[in-house]
């Protein structure tokens, strides 16, 4: 008799900067959402797969669930909040190293309407006492009705094999729907527009990372050379903020497309000349066209 495959759509919901693209990178094993220590840096749900001999986990990695403060704020927490009803299990994510709080909270009342089964996550268990970790798991008990608490560290690995485990007995048996060497339905473009992203993110500061975007105007083989030629645009709000990521005599600049170059290689398999530029759209995440224009669905905003 065949072994049964589970198979199904995973949401990773949380507040931002709670490790879920970590996790998901982790257990994917290939860097397909960017990480910084930057809250919302998720702004669209990124799909990563993972096929083993016995289940398909398709993850989805919402952007974080926060107090939104623009339109693209606002797009960002539909799209997470969207998604509870659209999968088949909902992992809750938080930190073992921050209390229980009011985003915590206004996730939960989310999650009592959810038929599906929610899976809480403690994630950083690598920052905290292991005699801190029992209160904290009391403390969320205490307000919802979990089907299961798995404490993790997705940096370090801990434990992500039985979140593993729990997971594929939570999804239903059903078809492999993507091929086994799949790691995301993502076109290489939105990622390689994420990883330029990822760099700004690392090397700005207050408003900036929040004010980008990265549009990637085109992607070409040399017909002579294994070398792809990859022309991208940063957007920001401000001729303030043009000049920062420029940088003094173009080293910002420099910087972010040396370490971006890297990470598209890498996922290429290919040598990439990359050009960047740097474009002000004025109040870009408040018009609609401009959202639009940037990758975020005009049914999502």
Not at 6 to 18: D, E, K, Q, T
Not at 203 to 217: G, K, L, N, Y
């Amino acid at each position: 008799m065949t072994e049964q495959f589970h198979s199904g759509f995973i949401a990773i919901v949380g507040r931002p900067n709670v490790g879920k693209s970590t996790f998901m990178n982790r257990v994917i094993g290939e860097k397909i959402a960017i990480m910084s220590d930057k809250p919302q840096t998720t702004r669209n749900k990124i799909q990563g797969v993972l096929t083993t001999d016995d289940a398909q986990f398709i993850f989805i990695d919402t952007p974080g669930i926060h107090k939104p403060k623009h339109r693209l704020g606002d797009f960002m927490n539909r799209s997470a909040i969207n998604t509870l009803n659209e999968v088949d299990v909902i992992m809750f994510m938080v930190n073992a190293d921050e209390g229980y709080g009011k985003g915590e909270e206004f996730i939960i009342e989310k999650l009592k309407d959810v038929k599906n089964p929610v899976v809480l996550v403690i994630n950083k268990i690598d920052q905290v006492h292991p005699d801190e970790l029992l209160p904290i798991i009391d403390t969320y008990r205490e307000k919802m009705d979990f089907n299961d608490i798995v404490p993790i560290s997705a940096l370090e690995g801990n434990n992500t094999d039985s979140l593993l485990s729990v997971l594929s007995e939570k999804l239903p048996e059903g078809p492999q729907y993507y091929p086994e060497d799949q790691i995301t339905d993502h076109p290489e473009r939105f990622i390689i527009s994420e990883l330029v992203r990822e760099k700004v993110l690392h090397h700005t500061h207050e408003e900036i990372p929040h004010s980008i975007a990265v549009v990637i105007d085109s992607i070409r083989s040399r017909d002579d050379k294994d070398i792809i030629d990859v022309q991208a645009t940063i957007i920001v709000e401000r001729n303030s903020q043009k000049g920062i990521i420029i940088g003094k005599q173009g080293k910002m600049l420099k910087q972010v497309g040396s370490e971006a170059r890297e990470d598209i290689e890498a996922l290429l398999g290919s040598g990439v000349f990359l050009e960047l530029w740097v474009k002000v759209q004025k109040d870009w995440r408040n018009r609609a066209f401009h959202l639009r224009d940037y990758g975020y669905k005009e049914d999502d905003y």
